[in-house]
């Protein structure tokens, strides 16, 4: 849809502001500009700023989030923060950032409204991330590995009362998903360096060390029924694989033993096929209705 009037060559306006075309040609850049197709065939060139897409334009702020994120702070309504990563596994060094996650409950009335409220909050200044409390708990029921960190983290800034009891119920999200959730990812990520290896001979020494640490942890998930945060037992190893002084042939060993003790404790695990979607939902229902107060529960 166009954004200005499309003159006549007479310089008279031959479509008006809210012409609707169809582009026929796009540009390799924002500089350059659109060909765009009018029902009558007559072609004119625009630029970025002077079209729209019409269902975009009809849509207007509907279900933009960046409303609701400037109507309220969200940031306000945080009732869960964090400390995962480096600070939390006991592997920081004097460069480690700290890392803050959690969860924040949106207001009823915004949460209700055409506009929605965003899945997450991110500033990146801060290495602060907030997940919205619907999407934490789904991702927590899918054992999103770093969603489950933030349940067991010994590092927690503050925790409402409603975000404590999440927490005092954290093992309905623990099930045998853990195994295909975890290894999974690592054997992907293991064949791409594998791959880089081979193609740019690189190492990413740090991403190679959360690997096995990860690995170490879903270890843990399927054995003791916790989320194993502090890699204590393990931390020397793992800080050798991130400086980059174990070689790749020893790290491969080591991840192949990991992934049979994985294989190992899956077969034995005591934990339930499925997390316990129930009460998870029937807390993010009373979690909905204490929205509905002013004050952040």
């Known amino acids: ?173 623990l099930s045998r998903m853990v195994y295909q959730t975890y290894n999974g990812y690592v054997m992907s990520q293991f064949n791409k360096m594998q791959a880089d290896i081979r193609n740019k001979g690189l190492v990413k020494w740090k991403h190679v060390m959360h690997l096995i640490r990860l690995l170490h942890s879903g270890i843990g998930v399927l054995r003791d029924g916790i989320v194993p945060v502090r890699v204590d037992a393990h931390r020397e190893r793992l800080l050798a694989i991130r400086r980059g002084e174990m070689p790749w042939e020893d790290v491969e060993n080591w991840r192949l033993s990991l992934h049979q003790e994985f294989n190992a404790a899956f077969e034995t695990t005591k934990l339930p096929e499925r997390p316990d979607y129930e009460r998870a939902n029937a807390f993010l229902i009373r979690a909905r209705r204490k929205a509905v107060s002013e004050e952040l529960p």
């Open 1 to 173: 849809m166009a954004l200005v009037d499309i003159p006549a060559s007479a310089g008279t306006v031959l479509h008006p502001r809210g012409a609707v075309g169809v582009i026929v040609k796009a540009p390799a850049d924002h500089e350059h500009s659109y060909r765009v197709r009018f029902a009558d065939g007559f072609e004119a060139s625009l630029k970025r700023n002077e079209i729209t897409m019409l269902a975009q334009f009809k849509e207007g702020e509907i279900c933009d989030s960046a409303h609701a994120v400037a109507q309220t702070d969200l940031y306000e309504r945080v009732i869960y923060r964090c400390v995962i990563g480096s600070q939390a596994y006991g592997l920081a060094d004097a460069e480690s950032d700290v890392d803050r996650r959690g969860i924040y409950l949106p207001p009823a009335d915004l949460h209700w409204s055409l506009y929605g409220v965003p899945e997450q909050l991110e500033n990146d200044e801060t290495q602060e991330a907030y997940w919205e409390i619907q999407k934490f708990l789904v991702l927590a029921l899918k054992a999103n590995p770093n969603v489950l960190e933030c349940l067991y983290t010994p590092l927690i800034e503050k925790a409402t009362p409603l975000a404590q009891e999440l927490l005092d119920m954290k093992s309905i999200f």
